[in-house]
């Protein structure tokens, strides 16, 4: 997260993954197919691989699209 009131609120991969009650490693995947890419990449302290971070707001409307388990999206 960001530490400036005016900036987004910005979600790790293993926070989007318990907002939608999925396994972290299929984060980048699901939000791929719901249509979001990541805000930025950050390193952690400055070092390592980059890890993406995810607009909060972003991810929780795409999560209220969703349909639920077992729904005929078919029929809509």
Do not use: F, K
């Not at 890890?51 to 729904?71: E, K, L, S």
């Amino acid at each position: 997260m960001t530490s400036t009131p005016d900036a987004p609120e910005l979600w790790t991969a293993a926070q989007v993954a318990a907002h939608l009650g999925i396994a972290p490693s299929g984060v980048a995947t699901a939000l791929r197919r719901l249509g979001i890419s990541p805000a930025e990449y950050t390193r952690l302290n400055g070092r390592g691989q980059p890890r993406a971070q995810y607009r909060a707001a972003v991810v929780r409307a795409a999560a209220a699209r969703r349909p639920g388990q077992g729904a005929r999206t078919d029929l809509s």
